[in-house]
């Protein structure tokens, strides 16, 4: 019997790198998983994966920045497969427009307070209800390292990521009393697609990185780390922050 068997997921930003490795993770542990992506091409490739490989998976294109977008893709999850346990808000990302912040735009900074900070609120908003009604259940976030020490030019995203580490306490206190236990995932350097990428666009070095103690992770290590949380082995797992980093927070 796999970790997950019977229950019901949702995973943001699941076209692609971590997102897509948890969801091809948690499909074959025995969940039904709601796929969510903005790309109309990435994600129904990964329920189709899921589907080949024998799990149940269903796709919902949305951005989390837009509430209505994100709990039409939560509702659509639930309807297909009657309730919702788990929700990993594994969406949001920086970009190379990041920087100190008097030279950040303010389209940037909204745009990355949009997804990263106001996108997780979204969704878990509307997955509350769902788990409450379920009579428990997982919510978990995806901070970075940069909400744990001082990076230069990730200004918008460091400040972003920082406000879930808060936001995770908060609502761990909140919804104890309904069984919903809220943790965060707080990934440094993993070797995703979007990483590469903008590796290759940066001209502003991330200041303040050191020495990777254990190497950069791999999507699936971090996926891991989430399937933990989303299982059962974590019921008494509330409110706490889990740096996947290879020990560059503490470097």
Request: hydrophobic letters at 45%; aromatic letters at 4%.
């Amino acid at each position: 019997m796999g970790r997950l068997e019977g229950k019901v997921a949702v995973i943001t930003g699941a076209g692609l790198g971590i997102g897509k490795a948890a969801a091809l993770l948690f499909a074959r542990e025995g969940a039904a998983v709601g796929v969510v992506a903005r790309s109309a091409t990435n994600g129904p490739a990964v329920v189709e994966e899921i589907k080949a490989a024998g799990g149940r998976a269903a796709f919902f294109q949305a951005d989390v920045a837009d509430a209505e977008q994100i709990k039409a893709a939560v509702d659509g999850t639930v309807a297909a497969f009657g309730g919702l346990d788990a929700i990993y808000n594994n969406a949001g990302g920086s970009s190379t427009a990041d920087g100190p912040l008097h030279e950040v735009s303010a389209e940037e900074i909204l745009r990355v307070v949009g997804v990263d900070l106001l996108g997780t609120m979204w969704a878990s908003r509307a997955a509350l209800p769902h788990l409450i009604a379920r009579g428990g259940g997982s919510i978990i976030h995806s901070a970075s390292t940069a909400a744990l020490k001082g990076l230069g030019n990730l200004s918008a995203y460091s400040a972003a990521k920082g406000g879930l580490l808060s936001l995770t306490r908060s609502m761990a206190v909140d919804y104890a009393p309904h069984r919903i236990r809220v943790n965060c995932i707080s990934p440094g350097a993993t070797n995703t697609e979007r990483r590469m990428m903008l590796h290759a666009q940066r001209t502003k070095p991330i200041v303040g990185v050191r020495e990777v103690l254990a190497g950069a992770s791999e999507p699936v290590e971090v996926a891991y780390g989430a399937l933990y949380l989303a299982s059962d082995e974590s019921l008494r797992v509330t409110g706490q922050i889990f740096p996947i980093d290879g020990g560059i927070s503490i470097a």
